[in-house]
């Protein structure tokens, strides 16, 4: 177990250089966990993710405590264990501010609407939660309970929240998420948005079903 906690640690430190070089979590923003049996691995409070270590990568309970452990993790811990106890399959959550995502959410826009296939087979639909104070009882209950059936969420005026199965896919996730972004602004600039007929939706699901299982 160590030496497999040693490479998820090490999957943090590369994961949190991605998202910083990226420009998804300027400064000390955003923050990365990752579920590990009965303990969850989770980004220090403050730190900035493009410069993490190990010390940086802190292990709390499934609460979000700290039982006769040391060490300062993230305030906004209990939004990712709150997503887990709702989402018993998966086991990574990164929680970020990608500019043209975050600018959606404050402009109180979702991204419900179908507009490329890789989207809708890797996330389907992306809401818009409204906005919470950060690092609060009510904003981790607000996100986890959209999380029952969306792997990502936008939150206004705050930034975007995605979950999966590994670092590196839900990464990829906050990828495409911040592409369908780009691409939602663009047809907005051009004043014309065609969406994926919905009677070929189905078909994507299919194709998620598939990758799910």
């Known amino acids: 177990m160590l030496g497999s906690l040693n490479q998820i640690k090490t999957e943090f430190i590369e994961i949190g250089k991605r998202l910083y070089d990226k420009g998804f979590v300027p400064g000390s923003s955003g ?13 220090a409070s403050g730190c900035c993710l493009g410069e993490l270590t190990e010390d940086d990568i802190i292990t709390v309970d499934p609460d979000g405590n700290l039982p006769g452990r040391h060490g300062k993790p993230s305030s906004e811990r209990f939004m990712h264990t709150e997503i887990y106890k709702r989402r018993p399959g998966i086991n990574c959550i990164i929680h ?3 500019p043209k995502s975050t600018a959606l959410s404050v402009a109180g826009v979702d991204l419900k609407a179908p507009l490329i296939a890789e989207a809708v087979v890797t996330m389907g639909e992306i809401p818009l939660i409204q906005y919470q104070t950060p690092s609060t009882l009510e904003l981790a209950t607000l996100i986890a309970d ?3 059936d969306h792997d990502a969420v936008l939150m206004a005026n705050h930034g975007a929240t995605v979950c999966g199965k590994g670092l590196k896919k839900t990464f990829y996730k906050l990828e495409t998420l911040e592409f369908l972004s ?3 602004i663009i047809t907005a ?7 994926i007929p919905q009677e070929k939706i189905g078909e ?4 998620r079903e598939k990758m799910e299982s």
């Open 31 to 43: 923050n990365i966990s990752f579920k590990a049996q009965n303990e969850i691995l989770v980004t």
């Open 96 to 98: 970020a501010h990608p």
């Open 146 to 148: 959209n999380f029952i």
């Open 182 to 184: 780009e691409i939602y």
């Open 189 to 195: 600039m051009l004043n014309n948005r065609n969406e």
């Open 204 to 207: 994507l699901l299919k194709i």
